[in-house]
């Protein structure tokens, strides 16, 4: 599927092609007309959700849903995009701000998309089980369960940013500036079974195979050479093989004793057990996740009502008392 053509169903390519997604994205190429399709199919889907929701109380409160809806998650967003790009450029990442707004919006977008497709289940039970707490709670449930899965797009694409260097630039530096002499095809070395004894075979010219020496039994590894050769550690004989003389014959699998294998000439060192170290702007990430949780909840309980307590009056507002947790937890406690 192409990446520049345009779709009004922007969320069946993010699902079917999200490939060509990252890479829009890492090119900077129309993201402009990528973000707009996005930003309507949201606006739109939240809308239809938030009718959903209001209809639990009235029409007139299933029109004010419909917009109180999308307007929170855009309002959220613009409070928290400032402090994720600036977290990326605190620590040298190389995002531009269309860059960071197109990957929330991805998120945003596969969020109200779930949520529009849940909207069937939620009017089941609007209809079917009208209890106001249980109607909640459910939504709520549902709205988190979207979101969580909207985000975990949004690591997703930040994941393939930083493979691209666009997060931790200088690891990236750091494999170009490799040296240039560098052999790039490696050497394979081929194992050759040496009784024990034998003489070491002199070391072969760069871009040939690296043979095998011999070394007897408990015998402690010579020091890696200055040209480069490294030996490793004998490998372990079963002790059914020990005691077999020199120049015996060995099952395939089963090295004589004393065989040592040793890496090819010029070929890269190996490091082992170093750790894949995360860039500080994928931690960073994962607090900014949070912080916009935090702050879309607080906007919801602020942008309240949703759903319309049918005990109470139509209101295009609320007044400010208490927090969005203390009223779910009295929500399930009451249930």
């Known amino acids: 599927m192409s990446g520049d053509r345009p779709s009004p169903l922007v969320i069946e390519r993010i699902l079917r092609d999200r490939d060509s997604i990252w890479q829009q994205i890492v090119a900077e190429r129309d993201l402009n007309a990528l973000t707009g399709r996005m930003l309507t199919s949201s606006a739109i889907a939240l809308a239809c959700y938030g009718a959903v929701l209001g209809f639990f109380h009235s029409p007139l409160m299933a029109l004010t ?13 613009a409070i928290c995009l400032p402090t994720l790009y600036l977290f990326n450029l605190v620590f040298g990442a ?9 990957l929330v919006m991805v998120a945003i977008t596969v969020t109200s998309m779930l949520a529009v497709a849940f909207a069937p289940i939620s009017l089941f039970f ?6 106001y707490g249980f109607f909640k709670l459910l939504n709520v449930a549902i709205l988190t369960l979207s979101a969580l899965v909207g985000l975990r797009f949004l690591t997703s694409g930040m994941q393939v940013l930083n493979d691209h260097g666009l997060l931790a630039p200088e690891a990236a530096n750091a494999k170009v500036d490799e040296p240039a002499n ?8 081929v194992p050759v079974a040496v009784p024990v004894g034998a003489t070491p075979a002199a070391a072969p010219v760069a871009g040939q195979s690296a043979e095998p020496v011999a070394v007897p039994a408990g015998a402690v590894p010579a020091e ?10 004998p490998t372990p004989v079963p002790a059914q093989w020990a005691g077999q003389p020199a120049g015996a014959s060995f099952p395939p699998g089963v090295l004589p004793p004393g065989y040592v294998a040793q890496r090819p000439w010029n070929s890269p060192p190996v490091r082992r057990g170093e750790p894949t170290q995360r860039p500080a702007s994928m931690t960073l990430l994962y607090i900014w996740i949070l912080l916009f949780g935090f702050v879309g909840t607080q906007l919801a309980w602020t942008l309240r009502p949703f759903f319309g307590d049918p005990g109470q009056d139509f209101a295009f507002f609320r007044s400010i008392d208490g927090n969005f947790y203390a009223e779910i937890l009295r929500t399930i406690a009451n249930l």
């Open 224 to 233: 890696p050479a200055a040209n480069g050769a490294v030996t490793t550690a």
């Open 182 to 189: 560098a052999q790039t095809t490696p050497v394979q070395a």
């Open 94 to 102: 190389r995002l531009s701000v269309r860059q960071s707004l197109a």
């Open 126 to 131: 609007l209809i079917t089980a009208n209890d």
């Open 65 to 77: 849903s419909a917009l109180k809806l999308p307007l929170l998650f855009l309002v959220t967003l």
